[in-house]
C-alpha cells in the first residue's frame, strides 16, 4: 500500500506528525510543547504520513546549516521519526524516508544528517555512519588534570538567561571549525539549550551555565546538572555534564578542572564526546573516564 506523505499544513497536523514518536517517550498529546517546537521545525518540514485522512506518521528535517570539512552547507537535519505501532512494518517509514530526501534534495541542501535511535534503521536509506560519540562515567577520586590550574583561568556561574548573550559566540568560535556541529539559532538557543523546565530534569537539579573566562575574555562555557544523592552517609550523586565547549586547550583544561571538581560529587558523566576529546591527554587517569563508544552521526 502506498501510504499518502505530505509536509503538514497546520498546527493540528504537525502535532499528530511529532506524535508519533512522542507515543514511544510515553508522552501525552502535548499541543502547547509541539507548537513550541514548530518555531525550531517550521510546518513545511515536517512531513507526516496519513492513512485515510489519519496521521500514521511522522518525520522532521531542521534547516540547519552545518559544518563539514573545510566549509558549512546547508543541511536537512532529521529529527522526530516515528511511526505508530498500529501501521510499524508496513513500510510507512520506506514512504517517509523517500518522500523527505526528495525534499532535501529540491531545497539544495547537499546532505542529511541525523542521530539514529537504534543503528539498524537508516543504512536502507543511503546514511552512512559517520562519526564515532564517547560517553563517559568518571570516579570523583580519579578526576585529577595533570597540569597545575591556570593563573589566567576564571570561572563564573552566569543564569540561563545571561547565558544567552554569552555563550554562542564561543559555541560559533568552535563549530565553525568542527565538522557535525550546526549553527543554533536564538530561538534554538532559548528553546532547546537554555530553558530549563521541571519536567525535563529527570529527577536532577536544575540547570546551571558556567563561564570560563581567559585574561577576562569568555573562551569556554558548560552546561551541567548536579544529581544529589546520599548513601550510608556518603554521597553517591554526580554532576551531569550536558554540554561543555571552550575554545583552546587552556579553556577546556581549567572548563573540565571546574566540573570534574566538584565537592558532593562522586562521578562525573558526560556524553555526545567527540571520540578524540582533549580530556585523554588532560587526565593523570585517562582510562579512568570508562569511555563508551557509540554510533554518533549518520550522514547521506
Ligand atoms: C523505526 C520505525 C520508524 C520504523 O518504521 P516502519 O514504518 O515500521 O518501517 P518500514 O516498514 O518502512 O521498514 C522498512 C525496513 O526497515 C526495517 N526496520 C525498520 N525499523 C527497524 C528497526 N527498528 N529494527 C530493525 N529493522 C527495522 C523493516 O523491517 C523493513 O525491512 P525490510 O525492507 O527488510 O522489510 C518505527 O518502528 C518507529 O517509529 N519506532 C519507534 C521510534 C523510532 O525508533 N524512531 C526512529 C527515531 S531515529
Redesign the pocket.
Known sequence: MAWEVRPTTNVEEFVDAVG??SH?FGSARDAERAERFSRVLPLERMHAAFDGGRVV?GTGAFPFQFSVPGAVVPCGGVTV???LPT????????EMMRTQLEDIHDRGEPIAA?W???E??YR?FGYGFASFTGEICLDRGYATLREPQDPAARGRLVTLEEARELVPPIYDRVRVRTPGMFERTQEWWQLRNLDDPPDRRNGGGVKNAVLMEIDGEPAGYALYRLNLKWESGSSIGHTEVIEAIADGTIATQELWRLLLEMDWMATIRAHLLPVDHPLFHMLRYPRRMKMRLSDGLWVR
Open positions: 508519533a514518536i514511544y506518521g521519526v516515528g511511526v501501521h510499524r512494518r508496513r513500510r510507512v517509514l520506506t541525523l539514529a535511535s537504534e539498524v534503521i536502507r
